[in-house]
């Protein structure tokens, strides 16, 4: 009677549960409550003997047989959670646990299942909403940042999408452009920005935008009445474009060319004049046989007027070159002629009866600036002759080198210390314990110009054995190629 009433108790207190209640016995269920059944979606008949981890998801079977195992030995007293499938095919999350009992004459596990898969939803939901607002929190920290660094910068910035509308502009664009930022953003470029219609900024943004390349370049914009200096590059959505007022900067180039062509004219007028009497007093001594110290001082001026010329080229090359106004005129040139034709005009100057020229015939032409590159020759040998024993020989030779030609300056002199061959050159700087005339722009120049060939310069010397001056030339291409 006793028994009766338990069990009648037992299947009254299962059939009531709002939690899923099972018995499994050597993996098989054994035994299934109403609830159960109901979240699963099988009938009783279709659980009872099947394997207790068929339901649970494959992913999943590891974890759930860890966590029983450890709850069943008393490891574990928290609840665990998987993801099962039900005869629907759904996927449900479920919080479980198990407790060890005896069933039927044997060891079993009880175990209360709970569906908690709204639960799960909306832990994810919420952490979904949580990670889209962190995420919009980060963006927005990462455009304040940008945007903080953009208003710092001295240069004007503007963003543009691929319609050319205006997307970011700085304040310092709005006082360079003479508008607010805020009311520039979302409108056309090209309607906002008088004069812009036509400009060499549309057009060559535009073109940035098309060939999806970036461009640098300056021009004057005549409604603002200043020069503009314009770095446009592409972007995901179209363009981001640096620009800054150089007006103050093109004026005062302006203002050092008119005044380096002043220098030159007014300096070089005179010192034609002179060398020209000069020269003149040297053929009346030749005709007269005249050879006393009169004939030696025709000539020491002559040599000084010659190399004041130099001087001022020098200068006058040097200040282009800062100031990004040296243009070469490129052609084919000759490099044995070259040094020829310099050697007899300055003959009976600064000893260039000293000088052995070895520069094949068959020698390809270069591509240069014959001018420039008389300059850098002149340069190097003036300073072999100048710091060589007044006996000894000064060589120039050439060679082909793959698709370059090596001319080298080699001569017989002091030679320079290893310390000082990083310097001799840079502007001004004389290799210790010499001494002589000149602007200390010699070899500065003789590198200046080398590199605007797209060369480059180099020297080899030690002290008492001579030095080996060497620079490189690209060699001028056939015109069929």
Sequence with gaps: MFEKQAQELADALLGDATVGIYVVQDGKFRLVNPKFREQTGYGEGELLGIDSLSLVLPEDRDLVREC???MLRGERSSPY??????KAGEIRWIMETVAPIHYGGGRAALGHFMDVTERKRAEEERAHLLR??????EAEAARRQVADILESITDAFVAVDREGRFTYVNEEAGRLLHRNPVDLVGKHGAEELPGALGSQLLEQCRAAISEQASVEFQFFHSPFNAWLEVRAYRSKDGLSVYFRDITDRKRAEQIQEQYLGLISHD???PLTTIQGHAQMLLRAFDRTGLAGSERRSAEVILATTRRMHAMIRDMVDSARQDAGQLQLDKQPVELGPLVCSWLEHAEGTIGVERVAVDIPAELPPVLGDP???ERVLANLLVNALKYSPETAKVSVKAERIGSEIIVSVIDEGIGIAPEDHPRVF??????RGTTGEGTGLGLYIAKLLTEAHGGRIWVESALGRGSTFSF???IAKAPHQ
């Design 68 to 70: 029983a195992v450890k």
């Design 81 to 86: 959670e998987f993801r099962f499938v039900n």
């Design 132 to 137: 889209e607002q962190a995420a919009r929190a």
């Design 267 to 269: 300096l070089r007028n």
């Design 371 to 373: 001018n420039r590159l």
């Design 426 to 431: 840079e502007r001004l700087y004389r290799v």
């Design 472 to 474: 490189s030339l690209p």
